[in-house]
């Protein structure tokens, strides 16, 4: 994610133009294809604007009115017979892209009381916030790569010509690549395929699927076998574990693993000495790394390479960010915190451990078909369509026909929200206040900007917020009828409340009333309201007074291009959270894991083919597949193979193939074409097919190609 900022133009009431911010204080200008298409997006005929109610097997339109006497219907009717862990939220990736549901999404999940949590962060990120959490101690502490500083980056596993940068929010991320070649440095990328980013690299080592923490785990014995281990000195005072990862990487030799990961062992010592001997320099995996078996284990490897190489926290190497709201490393004591668990719960049928309050996706089907105590029969989903584009798809598919009912926030009716009874569609993208509470959290460079809405909320159209806050009160019984301000301000009270017992906090021993009068003052509910109460209580706030220069959404909305807060500087060890006080170098459950990889180095099966995932810089994971001006072109839905064991298979370039796996094998038929609101469910004509359905468990991949 790129994070631009957009000019638009408005005349008449309508989007006549969308174009980069040239005066952005952070992305300066730059624009990719998906921000250029939010008109398209808003004006799309297939987008819902009302509330849909199936009947005798066909959505309808209906007012909101109904629309939410259904949703306490049903959704009671299941809480009121099974319990509330008979119902079970999935929450999409556009979630943290919206305003309204990081703000009130835990809202509605409250109000629903659920253990039965799910959403899309176990098949993208979740593996690199597991690590962070429990090397630093929380789940937003992810050290970002200075990309705008380094002479030597080692990438693995991402693509950002095609996909801007993920967990890395750097708009223009392949300008910035190209920076650092052009300062003299040196970019190297470790991808199974030689993608976009590989091809404008320095160089590019083709990795076999799932080789990466091989990989990462064998520079780090070589780090230590010829005495390159070079801690920085601010940390080390503050590392417990080194003598531990020492001893887990000890037989990891370039030489054991090489025909696992595919790198030989004369390439990975000399990666490993130039990552030592570089001015500065920094590891950054992303999705390609988290989406194997090896997801946690290659995201904790990353870190330990970078503290090896005493790159991290260090200006050039991984730093931390300093968010202006919403940040988890500002709250609290600096430099000692609860530190982060999971595993407080299993999942009913297959004894997964839950991880930030989630169990992972892959065992949800299981979880609606299995039947005993505890079986979902409810679903409600947050902007997700987990049937495309999750493993082993049509399982859920089928899993989902099955519930007794099913509640939808989302904008589309798709392969998910087809089996939904309600479908309740928030305000399109255009009509909603936008501020990166999550994106900003893991920026390249600290800087705010707060975006109001362009174009004014529909007749009788609630907010997105108000849904959520709505959906979370019916569920706690306030019935159809319930005012959404009222789950409002007991949010805001919370908020204010935590804020003034915290004794590191800018307003601590305030008076909480005052400070709420203050906020209300503006006349702001929502979203704005929490967002200028964060930004004024963050490290860069106005402290409601106490700091008149700082902080505020008035100041933001003053200043439309943002705000620029500078760069990222080193936070050890204020920005340490975990229980010890101490970066855990070596957290006890990955140590473990190091067996499982070194059976993996072992077990090399050179006949079997892997699919993988890629990336298209016109979409976005499952969402914008609507928007016909992204999907025009070369079709997307190719098949890319090793020249040789095409080769071996007889195949040519430009033939059809059909692809399978033990799971199922796609359709080959073409996508029905039907457009308009007649709330009919066709296939979307643009989406092509998708691997998801091939796929299942914890080593699930999606996409399309070799």
Known sequence: MAGCGLEITVKNGSVTRIRGDMDDVFSRGYICPKGSTLKQL???PDRLRRPLVKRDGVHVEVEWDEAWREVE????????????????????????????????????????????????????????QLTGGLMFGTVQSVPIPDI??????????ANPYASNGSLCTAPDFPGRLEAILSRGGKVVVVDPRRSETAQKASEWLPIIPNGDALFLAAIANV????????????VAPHLNGLADVRDAVSRFTPEAVERACGIDATTIRRIAHELADAPSATVYGRIGTTTTAFGSTTSWLVDVVNTLTGNLDSEGGSLFTLPAAGGATTKGQPGRGKGFQYGKGTSR???????????????????????????????????????????NSGKLDKALASLEFMVSVDIYLNETTRHADVILP??????????????LAFAVRNVANYSPAVLPLDADQPDEWEILAKLGMIAQGAGADADPAVADDVAIAALVGSAVRDPSSNVCGRDADELLAELSKAGRRGPARMVDFMLRTGPYGDAFGAAPDGLSLEVLL????????????????????????????????LLADMERLWQHASNVDDE????????????????????????????RCTLQMNPNDAVERGIAAGQSVRVKSRVGRPSTGQSPEKRGNSHGYPLPPHRGWSVSCLSEGRTHVTFDNR
């Open 349 to 391: 049928v297959k004894g997964l451990p839950e991880v930030m309050g989630e169990f992972p996706v892959a065992v949800l089907a299981d979880e609606i078909l299995t039947a005993g105590e505890g079986q979902i029969r409810a679903m409600v989903t947050l902007a997700g369509n987990p049937v495309l584009s999750n493993p």
């Open 426 to 439: 928030p305000p399109s993208h255009l009509q909603r206040d936008h501020y990166d509470v999550f994106l």
């Open 42 to 44: 808003h004006d799309d």
């Open 558 to 589: 003053a200043n439309p291009h943002g705000i620029d807060l500078g760069a990222l500087r080193p936070r050890i060890p204020e920005v340490i959270r975990t229980a010890s006080g101490k970066i855990e170098l070596a957290p006890a459950q």
């Open 223 to 234: 780090l230590f076998a010829d005495g390159l281990v070079s801690i920085g000195d601010h």
């Open 608 to 635: 079997k083919l892997m699919l993988v995932g890629r990336r298209h810089i016109r979409s976005n994971n499952s969402w914008m597949h609507n928007i016909s001006v992204l999907v025009k072109g070369k079709p």
């Open 148 to 157: 705008d500083h380094t002479q030597y980056l080692l990438m693995l596993g």
């Open 73 to 128: 219907r049903g959704l009671g009717a299941v809480i009121a017979q099974h319990g509330r862990n008979a119902v079970a939220t999935y929450m999409g990736n556009p979630s943290a892209h919206n305003l309204g549901s990081m703000t009130f999404g835990r809202v509605a999940l409250q109000g629903i009381g659920t253990r039965q949590r799910y959403s899309a962060s176990s098949v993208d990120q979740a593996p690199k």
